[in-house]
């Protein structure tokens, strides 16, 4: 079993529409949660953390934490053919970052 | 802002080549990173290192090496390339000692080629 999961994708939403990107994990010790940003040829960039239970939002950003679930999600508001982008799941466990495969995401205009 | 700098963009070498790749962090970060991706694996963590002189094996260590004798630096060496070492190379820091809020930022990476 994988320390993180994505679903590759690809997804499609149309611009405007909201997109929803999932993650799940197995080490029910993790505490730190991040989804990267990675436009193709580019390097991950981080767009949001969240520690706690429960939403977090910035901007047209929301991170959703559940550990009883171990499962993460971002939502994009929004979507922007700018959004287009493979996004990455990312848990750190106190030792160490375990990388979802990330999910490759089009914004259709 | 956080910056982490890799010394080249893009690289070509050849087979048998000792292979140096640089990455400098200017914000006093105690924890730095190599990764290697590639379409369909994902982020493979090669070495890691959460000290000066000190060096972790990652998930891939095999065909690399690693220096950090200063803090800001973490290099990467391959000793004698290969072409399956072809890839895109990530380097990545973060603060340490932060326990639970860690936060990791990435270089911009470096893409060798290995004719």
């Known amino acids: 079993q994988k320390e993180v999961e994505q679903n590759s994708g690809p997804l499609s939403v149309p611009e405007g529409a909201i997109a929803s990107l999932n993650c799940t994990y197995s080490d029910r010790g993790s505490q730190s949660f991040f989804w990267y940003r990675q436009y193709s040829g580019k390097s991950p960039e981080l767009i949001m953390s969240?520690?706690?239970?429960g939403d977090k939002e910035d901007g047209r950003f929301t991170a959703q934490l559940n550990k009883a679930s171990q499962y993460v999600s971002l939502l994009i508001r929004d979507s922007q053919p700018s959004d287009s982008a493979t996004y990455l799941c990312a848990v750190w466990n106190g030792n160490q970052f375990y990388f979802g495969t990330g999910t490759s995401l089009t914004v259709i205009p | 802002d956080v910056k982490v700098t890799q010394s080249s963009r893009y690289l070509v070498k050849r087979t048998g080549e000792k292979v140096f790749l640089e990455c400098v962090q200017d914000m006093d970060h105690e924890n730095m990173f190599w990764y290697r991706q590639d379409p369909g694996l994902g982020l493979r963590l090669i070495y890691f290192?959460?000290?000066?002189?000190?060096?972790e094996k990652g998930d891939i260590p095999e065909g690399y090496s690693v220096s950090r004798e200063k803090k800001e630096r973490f290099s990467l060496i391959l000793e004698s390339a290969s072409t399956n070492q072809t890839s895109m190379y990530l380097c990545a820091s973060s603060l340490g000692e932060t326990g639970l809020q860690e936060t990791q930022y990435f270089g911009p990476g470096t893409r060798l080629l290995v004719l």
């Open positions: 290192s959460y000290d000066v002189k000190m060096k």
């Open positions: 969240i520690y706690s239970n």
